[in-house]
């Protein structure tokens, strides 16, 4: 008797998500020191967290022996008054993440379908295992969402469909009036998660939001996040934008203390950093284009993007992962995603844009 035979079926043969590499485990592993390595491996803001985030949360500090506010009543309120929606169309999350699996949790059964692209964010496949739903992964159309097949893949047992505007890991975005046709149009049974975790990157962002407050379209959630534009990954919050009705199922399938107090402090504050996310929204514009640019002078295939990175075909992408590595800076390989031919690299900081470049070359030449 093993405590596999004991746990669920399904539980022991569930893949495991493979993150970025830690920059502290790296060091460890190379013997190097950790402040000559850098980490362009998961999407996250090379400016750091905002300022005036990190002065909340210090404040927070002394009342952390408080339970959170499990109705988190500040940070939505602050959310509702930035986005223009009520308090009870906002559900807060342990990342968005952590939304993406109260919408398993709230609607789908074992044998439910649960659409997403071939080359989507690998959560959606993962919970799909984890809730033992039918995972229905539609091509991709240049390596852009097909929202036309994606719509022709519904039908009557679609519980779940997931679109990610900007996506990862291609970095492509969908046209704003591609994308609302398609939410017109999704029938009302499946519910539909827009993942927005680039949006703030986007120049020309679609008004998604209109689908909550005007159209009250029951069965939409779009899916917003602390992680990426304001720089804090590392505090885990995140939130789902929909009707009432949604939100109020959600929450009743979330722990009741899901996002900490320090988190909601942070993220609250963050809010009103304007200056923090014009700066990096400015610095990623510069940045990618750096990158595009050097990309081009190498001969190197690169998908352009509309996020904040970018990925790049560099022949044995899994080989080029550890060569990297070995000069201390972390990438993505995308042999898990069907793209073995390619890394993906999130844009850094000049002086690490830099870097990546040069060495890349240097592991391109040898
Ligand atoms: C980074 C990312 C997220 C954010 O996840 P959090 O749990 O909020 O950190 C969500 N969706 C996609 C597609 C992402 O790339």
């Known amino acids: 008797m093993t405590l596999n035979n004991i746990a669920l079926p399904h539980v022991p043969g569930l893949p495991v998500y493979e993150p970025g590499r830690p920059i502290e485990e790296v060091a460890r592993e190379l013997g190097l020191r950790p402040d000559a390595v850098i980490k362009l491996a998961s999407n996250e803001n090379p400016l750091g967290p905002s300022p005036k985030a990190v002065a909340a949360m210090r404040r927070a500090l002394k009342n952390v022996h408080l339970y959170p506010d499990g109705g988190g009543f500040y940070l939505r309120q602050g959310l509702a008054e930035h986005l223009g929606v009520g308090m009870d169309n906002i559900v807060l999350g342990n990342g968005s993440n952590e939304i993406i699996e109260l919408l398993f949790h709230a609607f789908v059964a074992p044998g439910d379908e649960v659409i997403y692209s071939e080359r989507a964010f690998a959560i959606y496949m993962l919970c799909a295992?984890?809730?033992?739903?039918?995972?229905?992964?539609?091509?991709?159309?240049?390596?852009?969402?097909?929202?036309?097949?994606?719509?022709?893949?519904?039908?009557?047992?679609?519980?779940?469909?997931?679109?990610?505007?900007?996506?990862?890991?291609t970095g492509t975005r969908v046209a704003n009036d591609a994308l609302c046709r398609f939410l017109d149009h999704v029938p009302q049974h499946s519910i539909v998660a827009v993942d927005e975790a680039y949006f703030e990157f986007l120049d020309d962002p679609p008004d998604t939001l209109r689908f909550i407050t005007?159209?009250?379209?029951?069965n939409i959630i779009l899916m917003r996040t602390f992680s990426k534009i304001v720089g804090l990954a590392g505090l885990r919050v995140g939130y789902?934008?929909?009707?009432?009705?949604?939100?109020?199922?959600?929450?009743?399938?979330?722990?009741?203390?899901?996002?900490?107090?320090?988190?909601?402090a942070g993220a609250l504050a963050a809010l009103d950093d304007r200056a923090h996310i014009e700066r990096t929204r400015q610095s990623n514009r510069r940045g990618r284009a750096y990158l595009e640019?050097?990309?081009?002078?190498?001969?190197?295939?690169?998908?352009?993007?509309?996020?904040?990175?970018?990925?790049?075909?560099?022949?044995?992408?899994?080989?080029?992962?550890?060569?990297?590595?070995?000069?201390?800076?972390?990438?993505?390989?995308?042999?898990?995603?069907?793209?073995?031919?390619?890394?993906?690299?999130?844009?850094g900081t000049m002086p690490e844009n830099r870097r990546l470049v040069r060495e890349l070359k240097r592991v391109l030449a040898a």
């Open 240 to 264: 789902g934008i929909a009707g009432k009705e949604m939100v109020a199922l959600l929450n009743r399938v979330r722990q009741p203390f899901n996002v900490n107090a320090v988190a909601q």
């Open 129 to 169: 295992g984890l809730f033992r739903a039918k995972p229905v992964a539609v091509p991709m159309k240049g390596h852009t969402h097909d929202l036309d097949a994606m719509l022709a893949a519904c039908n009557g047992r679609t519980k779940l469909v997931f679109v990610a505007n900007p996506n990862n890991p």
């Open 214 to 218: 005007r159209k009250r379209a029951p």
């Open 293 to 347: 640019a050097e990309f081009n002078k190498l001969r190197l295939e690169f998908i352009p993007s509309a996020a904040n990175f970018i990925c790049v075909r560099v022949g044995d992408g899994a080989k080029l992962f550890v060569a990297l590595q070995k000069r201390g800076v972390i990438v993505r390989p995308m042999a898990g995603y069907a793209m073995p031919e390619w890394v993906r690299v999130t844009v």
